[in-house]
T-cell receptor
């Protein structure tokens, strides 16, 4: 089945630094990938839709200059949290679908970010 | 009103019990429906898609009621390993596809 690899699994960084998270589709091409954020005991919230070869589409309230998304190939999307602050600490998850329509999504294993 | 609503629970049931979760959605352009399972501090994993005619996978049965705009998940003969958060997921066709997650229903199965 479709496999999505996400790296790193966890990261601790200092306030003010930037963190890059990678999301790769291993056995399929993904023209679209999705980035979510999940705070403890809350649901996944879609941050942005990453489109290969074009600009990402951000959800309302998500700062595009803070959460930089690059989808340079059909198998890789990256999310960079710039100038991270403690309130950015969260569980970030990417997902992709090997197909459209009725197909479900496969998720990466997530990245737990802690900003100290 | 949230686009996808679930009872957050928690549902505490003994092993062997039957438990049912409901999920309501508000957008009539909702096209595809899924149940995902998420274990603590892990990514969600697809449990099953939900088809119009209803579908069953072992101890799990999913149903869709388009007229009332809700989907359900029934778990029979609950196992300890069924303890998790169950997410209702709806795919909406608004020209492009948009996926909305419910907040999840927490299930604890106890011995």
């Amino acid at each position: 089945g479709a496999v999505v690899s996400q790296h790193p699994s966890w990261v601790i960084c200092k306030s003010g630094t930037s963190v890059k998270i990678e999301c790769r589709s291993l056995d399929f091409q993904a023209t679209t990938m999705f980035w979510y954020r999940q705070f403890p005991k809350q649901s996944l919230m879609l941050m942005a839709t990453s489109n290969e070869g074009s600009k990402a589409t951000y959800e309302q309230g998500v700062e595009k200059d803070k959460f930089l998304i690059n989808h340079a190939s059909l198998t890789l999307s990256t999310l960079t949290v710039t100038s991270a602050h403690p309130e950015d600490s969260s569980f970030y998850i990417c997902s992709a679908s090997a197909g459209q329509g009725i197909d479900g999504y496969t998720f990466g294993s997530g990245t737990r970010l802690t900003v100290v | 009103r949230k686009e996808v609503e679930q009872d957050p629970g928690p549902f505490n049931v003994p092993e062997g019990a039957t438990v049912a979760f409901n999920c309501t959605y508000s957008n009539s352009a909702s096209q595809s429906f899924f149940w995902y399972r998420q274990d603590c501090r892990k990514e969600p994993k697809l449990l099953m898609s939900v088809y119009s005619s209803g579908n069953e996978d072992g101890r799990f049965t999913a149903q869709l009621n388009r007229a009332s705009q809700y989907i359900s998940l029934l778990i029979r003969d609950s196992k300890l390993s069924d303890s998790a958060t169950y997410l209702c997921v709806v795919k909406i066709n608004t020209g492009g596809f948009k996926t909305i997650f419910g907040a999840g229903t927490r299930l604890f199965v106890k011995a």
